[in-house]
């Protein structure tokens, strides 16, 4: 079992069948998924998209950097919504963000996470790397690393790996297993190539798997043969 994990969600699958916003079933579900492996002694990092609300690269007429941002503010109201609905569930949990704002999160460094974590407390960071051009799969890959995790778990809006995108093409074969370097030969989709180079640097293990069922996030925690497993 792994002993401390970030978990990556994308905002998509955090918006349900609505496929778009927040919701609140689905918010629920996914956090007493988290409160399992919580209970089990798990320390859990969250790092959660905000594509359910803006994406950056979305932006026809925004200028770049500014549309970024507007992602990176999408990603701190889903971490509010999770850091609530924690809070009910009588978890300890911070909310850090790589761009300060005071009144709602605490900004992110890597000591106040180590100490969060050690003390037993659920960690999700918001806001991304904090900085434009880069993405939420990135900020997990980052995270991740500095916070020494065994794995980082990502739930997605599919079950896993496919040699292409599953719902558009129905002949797509999913892998059981695959490496970091056919992920980039073959430009998978699964994180962006900036995140997979820098998991392949730090050996860093991926598992992806859907979040249709959000019990598959105590699935993954305990290594069981879901999703695709990447290193």
Sequence with gaps: MYKRILLKLSGEALAGEKKVGIDEETIDK??????NIYDMGVQIAIV??????WRGKNGETIERTTSDYMGMLATTMNGLALQDALKKRGIDVK????????????????????????????????????????STDTAAALRA???GANAILVAK????????DPKVDSNAQKFDHITYQEILE??????????ISL????????????MSNPENIVKAVNEENIGTKVD
């Design 30 to 35: 996914t956090c007493d998924a988290i409160k």
């Design 48 to 53: 959660v998209g905000g594509g359910n609300f």
């Design 95 to 134: 909310l850090q963000t790589a761009i300060e704002m005071k009144k709602i999160a605490d900004p992110f460094t890597q000591r106040d996470a180590m100490k969060h974590l050690e003390k037993g407390r659920i960690l999700i960071f918001s806001c991304g790397t904090g900085s434009p051009f880069f």
């Design 145 to 147: 690393t500095e916070i």
């Design 157 to 164: 809006t599919i079950d896993g790996v496919y040699t292409a």
């Design 186 to 195: 073959k430009d998978l989709k699964v994180m962006d190539s900036t995140a």
């Design 199 to 210: 998991c392949k640097d730090n050996n860093m293990p991926l598992v992806v798997f859907a």
